[in-house]
């Protein structure tokens, strides 16, 4: 983007962060005993602040692996997520995709 264009996506992305309030600990993981926010509460949060700025997030995943990981009792797998995130305004701006990585335990659904 050069000087000369306009800036509504940094401006949309302003005007929905001074919307962002902290959000409670409303779940709990009575296995490992802590408060956590899910992240369906996360969406839910985020939809209407992302709406009322002209925002939208795109995800897409660019590469998916499975690691067999030996463990001193037992073997696990960890799936790795390769994604690349894209912030879009309605006015046609676009950020430059972000890339990240997520590894998760494979445990099933």
Known sequence: ????QPNGLNNAVATAMAEVVRLKKADNNAFAK????SVDDFKDALRPLLA???LSLRVSETSCTLTEIKGE???S????FA????LEHDSGEMS???NITV???YVGA
């Open 77 to 80: 797998t960890v799936a790795q």
């Open 73 to 75: 009792k037992k073997d």
């Open 96 to 98: 430059a995709p972000d």
């Open 83 to 86: 994604l690349q995130i894209t």
């Open 52 to 54: 009322m700025s002209g």
């Open 1 to 4: 983007m050069t000087d000369s």
């Open 103 to 105: 590894m998760l335990p």
């Open 34 to 37: 802590y408060k956590y926010t």
